[in-house]
């Protein structure tokens, strides 16, 4: 007797039915239907499991069978295929609406630019693939809307609001943001739907370690980002206020120009990297401003 055929013949023997077996192994119904059908095997963890739960030893259950590992599913062959494409669309959408969109309402290209950059896109990506290959279908799909959702918000808040005198948008906070608090209510819907108790063996419990690593990761990097870059902008408006002084009292008093200045303040943090970057166009300006 294959293993499907006993599984099905204890279930019956104890009037069990596959969604019984499946509440007890907190797994679906249809996978207790592949294994009575003989088109998918337990893991060795369900097998043990389903021992367990029919009172059987193992070795009677298997039948001295050797366990083969169970075969790539193609529903999650086909299912991150079509992640894959959603965010394949989303990368020719904002590529070509970066060289032409611009307007006073949205302008994504500054966004796009820095999401281009940092690697936002592949990263989310691999989140989103990670979370649906570990059976958290919610949670990847919040990640592509808090990526799609935090570009637009951005766009618009780049445009509208003032980024300073050295003109460095921030745009790149809302992207973080937005993206963090929808897979937060991605993660408090699975949360909801159970699905963090469900089926860990075979293919789900590797990318379901894998995707928490790659969030700390994720986490790290987004909060030394925003650290650093925010210095980094801080520095180029002070830096750029301060050219546009010098540059405007030295074209005023007739002073040769000169962009350099040797008073910056020290250091060699981003702070300091933004002062001495902007610096040069403020007092650009300033002269400008001088002499006219």
Request: aromatic residues 10%; negative net charge; contains cysteine.
């Amino acid at each position: 007797m294959e293993l499907g055929e006993k599984i099905r013949a204890l279930r019956s023997e104890q009037g069990l039915t596959q969604e019984d077996v499946a509440r007890s192994l907190n797994i679906t119904r249809q996978a207790v239907a592949r294994w009575e059908a003989g088109t998918n095997r337990p893991s060795t963890e369900k097998l043990l499991a389903l021992a367990g739960l029919f009172g059987v030893p193992v070795s009677e259950l298997a039948g001295g069978e050797p366990e083969a590992p169970a075969p790539l599913p193609r529903e999650l062959v086909l299912d991150i295929a079509k992640v894959a494409a959603a965010y394949a669309l989303l990368w020719v959408i904002c590529t070509l609406g970066a060289e032409r969109i611009v307007t006073p309402v949205i302008a994504p290209i500054g966004v796009w630019y820095w999401c281009s950059r940092h690697f936002v896109l592949p990263l989310c990506f691999l989140f989103s693939a990670l979370a649906w290959a570990g059976g958290l279908v919610r949670l990847a799909v919040s990640a592509f809307i808090g990526l799609v959702s935090g570009i637009i918000l951005a766009s618009v808040w780049d445009a509208a609001v003032w980024p300073g005198p050295a003109g460095v948008s921030t745009g790149f906070v809302v992207v973080i943001a937005a993206a963090a608090l929808s897979v937060s209510a991605g993660a408090a819907l699975e949360f909801r739907a159970g699905e963090f108790a469900a089926d860990r063996g075979g293919l789900r419990l590797k990318p379901r370690v894998a995707l928490v690593l790659l969030l700390l990761l994720l986490l790290v990097l987004s909060a030394a980002h925003i650290t650093n870059r925010l210095s980094y902008i801080s520095g180029a408006n002070d830096g750029w206020e301060r050219g546009f002084d010098d540059g405007l009292a030295d074209a005023r008093a007739g002073e040769e120009y000169c962009s350099s200045y040797s008073a910056a303040p020290g250091g060699f943090d981003q702070y300091y990297l933004g002062w001495q970057s902007y610096y040069g166009s403020g007092y650009a300006k300033g002269w400008e401003s001088g002499i006219e």
